[in-house]
């Protein structure tokens, strides 16, 4: 079946260093990739996603890049904030079939950054 | 901006009793999901819901579990008779359409705790 492999966490990094949280996936067919960022007590809200081969989806400064020969969908960030402290879960939407739209997630990243 | 509910945000029972998990999705949302997390463990889909029935489930979806819209606004998660391994932080999600870009909007979560 689909699967999502994070990179183990947790990551403490100082305000302003560059971030990299690896994703890798196992599914058939080109699956939708998103991440998903849960702040301290909220939800999960999304961050950014890609639904074909070569797409890169931003936001907040985040990126991460569809890679289809890599099956990987990697986050990152070039500058990060206090603000940006919180869990970061790569996910995977099946292609078509007989999906209803079900996410496959991984484990999860805790990120801390410290002033 | 609207968003998904749920209620309560946390729930206590002892082992064997029945909970009910609520949710109110987005209103004109059609597709609509339970995922549970079990603390330090990733996101696990539960169920999806269209149309007023279920679409797809996982295994963990037992026949202690049901879902239901009993009113065109609330979604629940009913667990028959809740066990040890039931406590999670349950998510509520739901999205107006399956293609293209569409994306699932999460509730706050409940979370269970069973003694």
């Known amino acids: 079946g689909d699967s999502v492999t994070q990179m183990e966490g947790p990551v403490t990094l100082s305000e302003e260093a560059c971030l990299t949280i690896?994703?890798?996936?196992?599914?058939?067919?080109?699956?939708?990739l998103f991440w998903y960022v849960q702040y301290p007590g909220e939800g999960l809200q999304l961050l950014l996603k890609?639904?074909?081969?070569?797409d890169k989806g931003s936001n907040k400064g985040f990126e991460a890049t569809y890679r289809k020969e890599t099956t990987s969908f990697h986050l990152e960030k070039g500058s990060v904030q206090v603000s940006d402290s919180a869990v970061y879960f790569c996910?995977?939407?099946?292609?078509?079939?007989?999906?209803?739209?079900?996410?496959?997630f991984g484990q999860g990243t805790i990120l801390t950054v410290h002033p | 901006e609207p968003e998904v509910t749920q209620t309560p945000s946390h729930q206590v029972t002892q082992m064997g009793q029945e909970v009910i998990l609520r949710c109110v999705p987005i209103?004109?949302?059609?597709?609509f999901y339970w995922y549970r997390q079990i603390l330090g463990q990733k996101v696990e889909f539960l169920v999806s819901?269209?149309?007023?029935?279920?679409?797809?489930k996982s295994e963990i979806f037992d026949d202690q579990f049901s879902v239901e819209r009993p009113d065109g606004s609330n979604f629940t998660l009913k667990i028959r008779s809740t066990k040890l391994e039931d406590s999670a932080m349950y998510f509520c999600?739901?999205?107006?359409?399956?293609?293209?870009?569409?994306?699932?909007?999460f509730g706050p979560g409940t979370r269970l705790t069973v003694l």
């Open positions: 999600a739901s999205t107006p359409r399956l293609a293209g870009r569409a994306e699932q909007f």
């Open positions: 690896n994703c890798t996936y196992t599914a058939t067919g080109y699956p939708s």
């Open positions: 890609a639904t074909k081969a070569d």
């Open positions: 996910a995977l939407r099946a292609a078509g079939g007989t999906s209803y739209g079900k996410l496959t």
């Open positions: 209103s004109n949302h059609l597709y």
């Open positions: 819901f269209y149309n007023n029935e279920i679409s797809e």
